[in-house]
């Protein structure tokens, strides 16, 4: 009797035993997924946002090259007036004198500002900055050149 007893409560706790591992088991393959679904969601994030920064940066070449024609067509002097200021080169052009605002970059969601600093008679800084939204965050990629009077 006693050792049908002691059968019965071993197998009582082997049966409980078992549910326990299945259990913690269970919670492991969850934690793994989690784990997973939250890497492959960063990852997914970060290369979006490569992605964006890579056309920012094309935005801002393309900006500095237009700068450096309007350098040679303008003429220096021409060119060199209009240091001091911050125009909205959108569209690359001069119209827009001051910050972009909320205008972008046809629907591309990209608004590009270029800034002309005197550095001296001869020298012209031009602060390129492409910005754009990242959620709900406001990034920016900024490319700076300078251009010599020669």
């Not at 326990?20 to 997973?36: S, Y």
């Not at 969601?41 to 964006?52: D, E, I, P, Q, V």
């Not at 920064?53 to 350098?71: D, H, I, K």
Request: charged share 15%.
């Amino acid at each position: 009797m006693i050792l049908r007893l002691l059968r019965l409560r071993s197998g009582q706790v082997r049966s409980g035993q078992v549910l326990i591992e299945l259990l913690i088991a269970l919670g492991v393959a969850v934690m793994a997924i989690v784990a997973l679904v939250q890497v492959t969601t960063k990852s997914l994030s970060n290369a979006g946002f490569s992605k964006r920064q890579s056309g920012a940066t094309v935005y801002a070449v393309a900006a500095a090259e237009w700068l450096r024609s309007q350098r040679l067509s303008l003429g220096w002097d021409a060119f060199s007036s209009k240091a001091g200021q911050t125009y909205c080169l959108n569209d690359l052009n001069w119209n827009l004198p001051g910050s972009c605002g909320t205008a972008q970059i046809g629907t591309t969601g990209f608004s590009r500002e270029a800034t002309l600093t005197a550095v001296s008679s001869k020298q012209v800084e031009a602060a390129v900055i492409v910005k754009w939204k990242e959620g709900t965050r406001d990034v920016s990629s900024k490319h700076t050149t300078v251009f010599g009077r020669y």
